[in-house]
C-alpha cells in the first residue's frame, strides 16, 4: 500500500490543521475549564484571533466549513482551550475570512483587542453550574412535596427556568443559531428537548438535565484536556532564564527568549538547559529522557549538542546556543505533536462521517415516535412527545466521536514522551499494519564508525613492538580506518618521520629508524610480502564484512589489524523484537554483498540487499511491498527520500541529532535506538485496540437506550447520564494509554 508522503499535511489545506479534533456533530466541551494553554509564536502570515462562542469542536467544524471555499487560506489552528484560531492567509484574504466566520454566527477578534470578559467566557464555570444544580434540585423539591397550586407551580417554574438559564444560556445561543442555519448539533438537540419538556410541563427534568448536562460537560472536558495538553508539559521543561557571559566576561541571569545565537551561557549541575547549544567547556553527563525517551544519562564533552529541557547532572557545562528558546528542538517536537493531533486518523474520519448521518436519522426517528406512535400505537401525545424528547437527548453522539480523538491524541503523547515523535494519527493507526521493515545497515544496526575488532602480530614479530609501531603511523593518519586502529591500540607512540599517505592504499613512514607502511592487502602483494598463509588469514576476515591492514617493514609483515563497523548491542534484540511481532526485518544498503551477509547474520536477518543505490532501494521498497505488504523503511530522511517516500511509513533514526529529520519523516525515533520501531508498532496495535473498544462501548449503550426510550420507560435523566456516562467512559479509556507501560 504505497502512499506518497504529505509532511505539510497540516498546512495545506483547511481539512488538515492543527488542533482540529472532531466533526459538526460531536459534542460540546467546557473548554473554558483550561485557562493556561501556552500560546505558540505567530509565524509569518499568521493571524490570530480569539472566538468566545467557540467552545466546542461543532462550532470548530462549522468555523472549518464556513473557511473551507476560500481561497488562499493555506492553513487553520484550532485551540479550543483558549478559544483561539490562527489563520494562515495574505492579508487581502482575511476580509473574507472573517466575514465567512461572522455569517457563521462567531464573533472573531484580533487576540489584542479580546477581553477576559468575552460574552460567553464564563458560560461553563464550575460556580455557576453548581448554583445551576441548587435551583434544579429546588424546582424537583417543590414538584414533589409542594401543593398542586398554581402558585406553587409558578414558583418551582421559576426555578427551573433560573436553573435552565445558568447551565444552559450558552447552549440555547449556539442551538438557537444552528437551527437558524439547518445544522443538527448537540446544542440544537438540547435547545429542542429541553425547551420541548418545559412546554409539556416535565420543567423539573428539564432543569435537571440540563444542570446535568453541562456539568458532566465540565468534567470531560477536563479529561479530554489532560489528553489534548499531554505533551504540553514539555514546556515547563525549560527555565525561564539562564546564566549567559557579558561582552566583559561576567555572567549574569538573562530571560532565555533574549539570548542571542552563538551567546554563550552557563549551567550547572542539577540545572535544566534551556536551550539547544553546542559544548564548548566542561564534561558532564547529560539526561535526555525528555528528548529521546531515554533516561540513562548521556556522557557530553566539547562539540557535543545539548538540548533544551534536558537535566545536566555532574559537571558544570558552557554552551554556545544555536537555536532561539522558539526554535529548539524540544518547541519543535511540541509543535510537531499539535500539529499531528490535528491531522484526523483514518478511523476518526470514519466515525465522523457516520456521526453526520446518526445524528439526523435519529431526529427522524424522534418526529416519527412524536407524530406516528399516537395513531398506530395508541399512544397519548403527551407521552409519544417524552419519548421524542428523551430519543433527541441520546441521539447526541457525543462518546462516538470523542471516542477516536481523545484515544489518539492519548497514543500520539504517550509515544512521544517514549522518545517517538509520531507525525500523525494515520501513522500511529498505519503502523500497526506494517509486514517488513527495510533497516539501513550503516548507522541503523552498526554504529556506524570503524572500530578495530581483531589484531595480531606476524612472524613472531613481538607484540608490543608491533603495538607501538602501529599505532605510531596509524595515529598520524586521518582515515577512518587509521583513526580506528590508533584508538584501539591506545598505547604511547614513536615520533613518525618521512609520513607519507600512500593515496588510496595506506600510509609509510619512518619509526625508530626503520621504514614502515601499513596500508591495504593490495599495497602487500605490489611489495611481493604476501604468503598463502597470510592470505587465508586475510579471506577469513574479510569474509565478515571487515577491513585488514597490514603492517610490514623492508624484510616483511609484521603484523594485520581487522577494522569493522560493529553491530549496536541492541540491534539483534530489536531485530527480535520485530520477528515477534510478525514482521520481517529487511536489510537494504550501499555496502558490499559480503559486509551485508556478515552484519544481517550476526543480527538474525535472513533477507539481505546489498550494494544498493538510491534508486535501487526505491526498487527494493517496491519489490517488498509486493512480497510481505505495507512496508516501513528506516533512513536519514535525505539520501534515502525516494524510498522513505515509496514506504508507507518511513522512520528516522536519531532525530535528536539531526534538524532534518523532525522534519522529513512520517516517525521520528528521537535516540538511535531501533527498538524504538517496535515500540511503535506495539503502541500503533494497542492504540487501535482501545479505539474499538470505545467505539463498541459507545455504539451499544446507545443502541440499548434507543431501544429503552421507544419501547421501555428510559426517562431524560436515564437519557442524559447514559449520554454523558458513556461519553466520561471512553475518555477515561482512552486516556489509559498515557499510563502503558513501556514494552506492553
Known amino acids: 500500500m504505497p502512499h506518497a508522503h504529505d509532511h505539510t499535511q497540516a498546512h495545506s489545506s483547511p481539512e488538515k490543521h492543527p488542533h482540529a479534533h472532531q466533526d459538526v456533530d460531536s459534542c460540546c466541551h467546557a473548554a473554558d475549564a483550561v485557562t493556561d494553554i501556552p500560546v505558540a509564536p505567530l509565524a509569518k502570515g499568521e493571524h490570530l484571533f480569539r472566538i468566545a462562542a467557540m467552545d466546542c469542536s461543532a462550532e470548530e467544524s462549522e468555523i472549518r466549513q464556513a473557511l473551507e471555499p476560500i481561497t488562499g487560506i493555506k492553513s487553520l489552528g484550532f485551540q479550543l482551550g483558549a478559544r483561539t484560531l490562527r489563520i494562515n492567509a495574505p492579508t487581502d484574504v482575511l476580509p473574507l475570512a472573517l466575514a465567512a466566520i461572522r455569517k457563521a454566527g462567531f464573533d472573531p477578534k484580533p487576540v489584542a483587542a479580546a477581553t477576559d470578559d468575552d460574552s460567553h467566557a464564563d458560560s461553563g464555570g464550575l460556580p455557576r453550574l453548581v448554583a445551576a444544580l441548587v435551583f434544579a434540585i429546588a424546582a424537583e423539591t417543590l414538584s414533589f412535596l409542594a401543593p398542586e397550586t398554581l402558585a406553587w407551580k409558578l414558583a418551582g417554574m421559576a426555578l427551573a427556568g433560573v436553573a435552565i438559564w445558568l447551565a444552559g444560556i450558552s447552549t440555547y445561543q449556539k442551538g438557537l443559531s444552528a437551527l437558524l442555519r439547518g445544522k443538527l448539533n448537540i446544542n440544537a438537540l438540547m435547545t429542542v428537548a429541553v425547551t420541548g419538556a418545559f412546554v409539556i410541563g416535565q420543567w423539573p427534568e428539564a432543569a435537571m438535565v440540563m444542570a446535568l448536562y453541562a456539568i458532566a460537560e465540565l468534567i470531560e472536558a477536563r479529561a479530554v484536556d489532560r489528553a489534548r495538553n499531554a505533551i504540553q508539559g514539555l514546556v515547563a521543561l525549560t527555565p525561564d532564564t539562564v546564566d549567559m557571559q557579558q561582552a566583559d566576561g561576567n555572567w549574569a541571569a538573562t530571560s532565555a527568549t533574549a539570548v542571542p545565537l552563538q551567546a554563550t551561557v552557563r549551567v550547572r549541575p542539577g540545572e535544566r538547559i534551556a536551550l539547544d547549544g553546542t559544548i564548548s567547556k566542561g564534561h558532564s553527563a547529560v539526561n535526555q529522557a525528555s528528548v529521546t525517551g531515554e533516561s540513562i544519562p548521556v556522557e557530553k564533552a566539547p562539540g557535543d549538542p545539548v538540548f533544551a529541557g534536558t537535566i545536566n547532572e555532574t559537571g558544570e557545562l558552557e554552551f554556545q546556543v544555536t537555536a532561539a528558546a522558539s526554535d529548539t528542538l524540544l518547541a519543535r517536537i511540541i509543535h510537531a505533536v499539535e500539529e499531528a493531533q490535528g491531522t484526523r486518523a483514518p478511523t476518526q474520519r470514519i466515525v465522523d462521517r457516520f456521526a453526520a448521518i446518526y445524528t439526523p436519522a435519529v431526529f427522524v426517528m424522534a418526529l416519527a415516535v412524536a407524530l406516528l406512535t399516537p395513531p398506530l400505537l395508541g399512544w397519548t401525545w403527551l407521552a409519544a412527545l417524552y419519548k421524542a424528547l428523551v430519543l433527541l437527548v441520546i441521539a447526541c453522539p457525543c462518546a462516538l466521536v470523542i471516542s477516536t480523538p481523545v484515544t489518539v491524541v492519548s497514543g500520539l503523547a504517550f509515544a512521544a514522551r517514549r522518545g517517538i515523535l509520531v507525525k500523525g494519527g494515520t501513522y500511529l493507526e498505519q503502523a500497526r499494519l506494517l509486514k517488513a521493515v527495510a533497516l539501513d545497515k550503516t548507522g541503523t544496526l552498526t554504529e556506524g564508525k570503524p572500530q578495530l575488532v581483531a589484531w595480531q602480530p606476524w612472524n613472531g614479530t613481538d607484540e608490543a613492538t608491533v603495538r607501538r609501531l602501529a599505532a605510531s603511523l596509524a595515529g598520524r593518519s586521518d582515515h577512518p580506518v587509521s583513526k580506528a586502529i590508533a584508538a584501539g591500540l591506545a598505547c604511547d607512540v614513536a615520533t613518525v618521520e618521512a609520513f607519507t599517505a600512500l593515496v588510496g592504499r595506506g600510509t609509510e613512514g619512518v619509526v625508530d629508524g626503520q621504514r614502515l607502511v601499513l596500508g591495504k592487502h593490495q599495497l602487500i602483494e605490489e611489495r611481493q610480502q604476501c604468503s598463502p598463509a597470510l592470505e587465508a588469514t586475510m579471506a577469513e576476515h574479510e569474509a565478515l564484512g571487515r577491513t585488514v591492514s597490514l603492517l610490514a617493514n623492508d624484510q616483511g609483515v609484521l603484523g594485520w589489524f581487522a577494522v569493522a563497523d560493529t553491530v549496536k548491542a541492541s540491534s539483534q534484540q530489536a531485530v527480535a523484537h520485530l520477528q515477534r511481532l510478525g514482521v520481517t526485518p529487511v536489510m537494504l544498503t550501499g555496502d558490499n554483498a559480503a559486509t551485508a551477509r556478515a552484519v544481517a547474520a550476526e543480527v538474525g536477518i535472513t533477507d539481505v540487499r546489498g550494494n544498493l543505490l538510491p534508486e535501487d532501494k526505491l526498487q527494493a521498497i517496491q519489490d517488498m511491498q509486493k512480497r510481505y505488504g ?115
Do not use: C
Open 630 to 744: 505495507p512496508t516501513g523503511m528506516s533512513g536519514d530522511g535525505i539520501n534515502d527520500a525516494p524510498a522513505l517516500a515509496q514506504a508507507d511509513i518511513g522512520f528516522a533514526m536519531g532525530g535528536a541529532g539531526t534538524d532534518i529529520a523532525v522534519e522529513a519523516a512520517d516517525v521520528v525515533i528521537m535516540n538511535d535506538d531501533l527498538g524504538r520501531i517496535a515500540e511503535t508498532i506495539r503502541i500503533s496495535r494497542r492504540t487501535h485496540s482501545v479505539l474499538w473498544q470505545n467505539i463498541s462501548l459507545a455504539l451499544g449503550i446507545k443502541a440499548v437506550f434507543l431501544v429503552l426510550a421507544v419501547f421501555g420507560n428510559a426517562s431524560m435523566w436515564m437519557a442524559v447520564f447514559a449520554d454523558m456516562g458513556a461519553s466520561l467512559l471512553v475518555v477515561a479509556n482512552g486516556l489509559r494509554l498515557l499510563r502503558t507501560r513501556s514494552g506492553s
